[in-house]
């Protein structure tokens, strides 16, 4: 791929990495992941916050829905 972009499959969504480019802040991260799928980025973002199976998450009275459904499949509370 000639823009800088590595891609995979995660849950749910497919996943592109930056390689080595400068971009502004925030997007000059080495760690700056995009996804396709919002409910993906939720999963893979409250695993990499160290949460684990079991643990409670707060989440706003009004909203979607769809947020809640990444969270039940990560088994959160």
Same mark, same amino acid.
């Given at each position: 791929? $000639?823009?800088?972009?590595?891609?995979?499959?995660? &849950?749910?969504? %497919?996943? &592109?990495?930056?390689? =080595?480019?400068? =971009?502004?802040?925030?997007? =000059? +991260?080495? *760690?700056?992941? %995009?996804?396709?799928? $919002?409910?993906?980025? *939720?999963?893979?973002?409250?695993? #990499?916050? $160290? %949460? =684990?199976?079991? #643990?409670? !998450?707060? !989440?706003?009275?009004? +909203?979607? $829905?769809?947020?809640? #459904?990444? %969270?039940?499949?990560? #088994?959160?509370?």
């Amino acid at each position: 791929m $000639g823009h800088g972009l590595t891609h995979g499959i995660g &849950f749910a969504g %497919l996943k &592109f990495r930056r390689q =080595n480019q400068s =971009n502004p802040h925030p997007f =000059n +991260s080495a *760690i700056l992941e %995009l996804w396709y799928n $919002g409910r993906a980025a *939720i999963w893979h973002g409250a695993h #990499d916050l $160290g %949460l =684990n199976a079991g #643990d409670r !998450v707060l !989440v706003p009275a009004y +909203s979607c $829905g769809a947020e809640l #459904d990444a %969270l039940v499949k990560a #088994d959160f509370h």
